[in-house]
């Protein structure tokens, strides 16, 4: 039957990308490069020294070039508002510049017009994975407390440049992907294996104070937008109502939470003392540092993808294949193609969980499957792909964020993951497909970069017109 939940009639519905993960031109009007071009297979191999011609993001899908295109397709399923970032490197392509690239902020301002040629609001990521090699190599990344004043120069010039233009900001995508992946999430430079958890928090505070300043900032150069957070969520459920259980997965989420908890509240949550303690971690807070954290943000915003266990039990312990942070799995729920457990309800739960917590508005800008599409001509000649599958999961998602909604949760968007094919983050590859719309290039760099609709287009389209109502429980 049709959902009888009432979205908001402001709801901002859309999709989601990030600029390494699609763009391309990844030399090209003076950009500089970033950790992703020395990531050809993304988290799964270990960096090169320098750009290969393996490394599909080099190209990604062109939209670049074809952004013109891309967003017209956008406005014709109805978005409401397209997430995306911008690649630091285009801006200031070494990172510690005093000038920016003014081709690299064009190209940004021609996007945004594009957006608002069709109503399309851009809500925008200040650092998704992008960090500019220069400051990972010269610098060991968020490690160093110099980053904090190359971020606010970044960020005063966009503010500057965009006012008027970009009403929602995120500073940093997945800031707490950095616990897993200090390379990527970080720019760090450290091995993961030789980084000392003391260095890897005093990196964490420096973004902290780098984000909360960001908030101030913005507040400050554009008193009418929206400045959140963004975090990886991932509801830690018990394996069993063994106590043992329940406690490892209320630590698994302590540490999880204390970057939404410091986003949101200003200041540093006491359970967090007895981890530090443990193990022999003392962040060093510069004269300052307290007051700019009271800066706090306007909304939280998070991905969604998986939910995992947690045990007591160091023989039940069995690593699931999470999205960056592992997990036990759960025998309750199946997984996709790529071993991530599928369970609407914990979005749900995560959306019940972060308003009690925080009493803040709420934006869900990342959910999706990852799966592996097929390329079929119709019976009416056109390509497409019949991607039920797809359909099924965000309906299913969606709904648990009109029971979210029914339960008294303010929730401003969704934008769903790779809302037009790109390269995977985690693996770095094209098989690995989210998007309503085909894009024709494969895992050897061939293809023809050809845009299709799939089915999956045309549902969403409707999803967004009737504003949720076309959902089926």
């Given amino acids: 039957m049709n959902v009888t939940t009432a979205f908001p009639k402001d709801f901002l519905w859309g999709g989601a990308v990030a600029a390494n993960q699609l763009e391309g031109a990844y ?52 978005f409401k508002v397209f997430r995306t970032s911008i690649a630091w490197s285009r801006i ?3 990172g510690d510049e005093l000038e920016p690239n003014e081709k690299g902020l064009q190209f940004y301002d021609d996007l945004f017009d594009e957006c608002h040629k069709y109503g399309i609001e851009p809500l925008v990521t200040i650092s998704h994975y992008e960090t500019p090699l220069h400051l990972s190599k010269t610098y060991d990344g968020w490690v160093n407390r110099k980053m904090i004043e190359f971020y606010e120069r970044y960020v005063t010039v ?10 929602y900001w995120l500073t940093f995508n997945e800031i707490n992907s950095i616990l897993e992946e200090p390379f990527m999430s970080g ?58 259980d329940v406690v490892a997965a209320m630590h698994a989420e302590q540490r999880n939470d204390i970057f939404a908890d410091i986003h949101a509240r200003g200041y540093y949550p006491k359970y967090i003392n007895r981890y530090f303690k ?13 007051e700019i954290l009271k800066h706090t943000v306007d909304f939280i915003s998070f991905s969604y993808y998986v939910s995992i266990c947690e045990t007591g039990d160091p023989k039940k312990r069995k690593e699931g294949k999470g999205n960056l942070f592992a997990g036990v799995p759960n025998p309750h729920l199946k997984a996709s193609d790529w071993g991530w457990q599928i369970d609407p309800q914990g979005l749900r739960v995560t959306l019940n969980k972060y308003w009690d917590r925080y009493q803040k508005p709420l934006f ?45 949760v303010d929730v401003m968007g969704y934008t769903s993951w790779g809302c037009i094919d790109l390269v ?37 389209k409707e999803v967004i017109s009737t504003n949720g109502a076309s959902l089926q429980k």
């Fill in 27 to 78: 030399d090209t009007d003076g950009k500089g490069l970033s950790v992703q071009d020395v990531m050809p297979h993304g988290i799964t191999t270990p960096r090169t020294e320098g750009p290969t011609e393996d490394n599909l993001k080099l190209i990604g899908i062109d939209f670049y070039n074809r952004y013109k295109e891309d967003v017209k397709l956008f406005a014709e399923m109805g």
């Fill in 92 to 94: 200031f392509p070494k």
């Fill in 158 to 167: 966009l503010f500057n440049r965009f006012k008027g233009k970009v009403k």
């Fill in 187 to 244: 720019g760090i430079f450290t091995p993961k294996e030789k980084l000392s958890k003391q260095d890897l928090y005093q990196a964490i505070h420096h973004e902290l104070v780098a984000s909360a300043l960001a908030v101030k900032l913005g507040h400050e150069i554009m008193p009418e937008a929206k400045i959140g957070c963004m975090v990886l969520s991932m509801p830690t459920y018990p394996l069993t109502p063994n106590p043992d």
């Fill in 278 to 290: 443990a193990n022999n971690i003392n962040i060093k807070f510069e004269d300052g540092d307290e």
């Fill in 364 to 408: 869900i800008v990342e959910n999706g499957l990852g799966a592996v599409d097929e390329l079929i001509t119709d019976e009416n000649g056109n390509k497409t792909v019949h991607d039920d599958y797809r359909i099924q999961y965000l309906n299913d998602h969606l709904v648990q964020v009109g029971e979210a909604l029914e339960d008294g």
């Fill in 424 to 460: 995977s983050a985690s693996t770095a590859e094209m098989k690995k497909r989210y998007g309503f719309i085909y894009v024709d290039r494969n895992n050897d760099g061939s293809g023809s970069l050809e845009r299709y609709k799939k089915k999956s287009f045309h549902w969403y």
